[in-house]
């Protein structure tokens, strides 16, 4: 799946009640956010020029990183991919199949949203038990639809579909090629009540169709977003080193699963760093400027970073998935948007890591204020 880690956190995640009263404490702990996305990072509203005809479109190239394998029973090998993301806002009307009829009433006539779409495309992965390979073309596919409000509904979920058609590491010590890989063939799609209190499940898979409810959700932990959307929720945050937030994913395999977000100081390699840097440029979300180094010579401005972690908050919680976004310099005029520039997780069972690097920036949110 997209996000690995969240899918190896599942059968934990179920533990804690679909009906949630009895799994969030009295008091929620609620998440601060900034409109990161935006010049002014802390305007809450949907920006006006920012649209499906202005919206920022990404795409970033998929490497798997075997390097850091250690299992030895099996291997797995994905071949290069692409990570596509757009994101902008759109106004659902009140006969939007995006909302559940039981929930219209709610919603109004109109209700102004983020659009936030993803998609995973990998042409092969080989999985290999002593010498034996099992190729598969075209199966790890993965696209998601979110659609949820601003920061100052703290980016509450309205509507998310996942299609997920993926194979996957299954087990820690394979005995057999056929046990060493699971096929995901699902799709997810979750309608959210207006008030957040509630939310419908609707799965197509392998099994049949069946739905899930779930009750409560105002009642979480912390603050929650749908899964689907993770990578803008994080961009959402204060992003610096000191960064430590709880935060409450709904998980429409499973229910709500609670995380924490971890800022730190890892960087970019030199190669990232600077192909960003020029990618940035390019599309004015970085200005060329030169500064002095500490003996007074002239050198180009780095780019800065900022890392954040996502660790699934359990007592088993499995290695986290990492975000890097162009810093905010100036709250004020924060010309690079934070726009996000990579992601790495662990594949399951020690299969090494998989990197989403920027590759193309196709249309951006820049427009000179």
């Not at 909302?99 to 219209?104: A, C, H, S, V």
């Not at 400027?289 to 970073?305: A, H, V």
Request: aromatic share 12%.
């Amino acid at each position: 799946m997209k996000k690995r880690f969240l899918a190896a956190a599942i059968s934990v995640a179920a533990g804690c009640a679909v009906v949630l009263s009895g799994c969030a404490g009295a008091t929620q702990n609620v998440v601060s956010l900034n409109s990161n996305w935006y010049a002014d990072v802390n305007f809450k509203k949907f920006q006006p020029t920012f649209d499906s005809e202005r919206s920022e479109k990404i795409v970033y190239a998929v490497t798997h990183d075997e390097k850091a394998a250690t299992n030895k029973t099996y291997s797995v090998k994905y071949d290069e991919g692409t990570y596509t993301t757009e994101f902008y806002t759109v106004a659902l009307g009140k006969n939007s199949d995006k909302i559940l009829d039981e929930f219209r009433e709610g919603y109004g006539e109109s209700t102004t949203v983020y659009c936030y779409k993803t998609e995973l495309s990998v042409p092969k992965v080989t999985f290999t038990y002593k010498g034996e390979p099992k190729v598969f073309e075209n199966c790890d596919e993965v696209i998601t639809e979110s659609y949820f409000l601003s920061v100052e509904d703290r980016l509450q979920p309205v509507y998310a579909r996942q299609s997920v058609h993926s194979v996957s590491p299954n087990v820690l010590n394979a005995t057999s090629l056929e046990s060493s890989y699971y096929v995901y063939d699902y799709e997810y799609t979750t309608y959210y009540s207006r008030d957040g209190e509630q939310a419908v499940t609707k799965i197509n898979g392998a099994d049949g169709v069946s739905e899930r409810r779930a009750s409560g959700l105002k009642g979480t932990q912390s603050t929650l977003f749908d899964a689907t959307y993770l990578d803008v929720a994080v961009r959402a945050n204060k992003l610096s080193p000191s960064l430590s937030q709880a935060i409450s994913l709904y998980l429409p395999q499973s229910g709500v699963g609670e995380f924490v977000l971890q800022g730190n100081a890892m960087g970019l390699n030199e190669t990232e760093r600077t192909d960003a840097r020029n990618l940035l440029i390019a599309n004015e979300l970085f200005k060329d400027e030169k500064i002095k180094d500490e003996n007074g010579n002239e050198t180009d401005k780095p780019l800065n970073t900022s890392a954040v972690s996502v660790y699934y908050n359990a007592e088993f919680n499995g290695r986290p998935q990492t975000y890097w976004f162009a810093a905010v310099e100036n709250p004020r005029n924060n010309v690079s948007r934070s726009t996000l520039l990579k992601i790495q997780y662990s594949v399951p069972f020690n299969h090494g890591v998989r990197n989403y690097v920027i590759k193309e920036i196709q249309s951006n949110l820049y427009n000179g204020n």
